[in-house]
C-alpha cells in the first residue's frame, strides 16, 4: 500500500494580484492544513478589524487591517485550491 501524498501549497498566488509585479506571494511547501489554518487566522483577525471600523468613526486604520487581512487570507486559500485543482488533474 502506498503512503498518500501530503497536499502542500504550490505558491503561485501572490497577495493582490492586480499589481504587475507583486511584493507578497504564498510560500510554495507549506502542509495545506497548515495554510488553511493560517488563513482561518487572518480572515478571524479581519472580520474583528471590521466590526471596529463599522464604530470607530474617527479612523479608518481598522478598515485598511481588514482589507489587507482579507487579501492574505484569500491569496492563502486561492493557493490551495490550485494545488488541489492540479492534484485532481494529475489522477
Not at 507549506?30 to 470607530?56: N, W
Not at 468613526?57 to 481588514?66: E, K, L, Y
Request: glycine share 4%.
Amino acid at each position: 500500500m502506498t503512503k498518500p501524498v501530503e497536499l502542500k501549497t504550490l505558491g503561485l498566488v501572490a497577495l493582490n494580484d492586480c499589481y504587475k509585479n507583486s511584493l507578497f506571494r504564498v510560500n510554495s511547501g507549506i502542509p495545506v492544513e497548515q495554510a488553511l489554518s493560517q488563513a482561518s487566522d487572518l480572515l478571524g483577525l479581519a472580520t474583528t478589524f471590521a466590526e471596529d471600523a463599522a464604530y470607530q468613526r474617527n479612523t479608518d486604520r481598522p478598515a485598511w487591517a481588514a482589507h489587507h487581512l482579507t487579501a492574505m487570507g484569500r491569496a492563502v486559500v486561492d493557493d490551495v485550491v490550485a494545488a488541489i485543482r492540479k492534484q485532481k488533474a494529475s489522477s
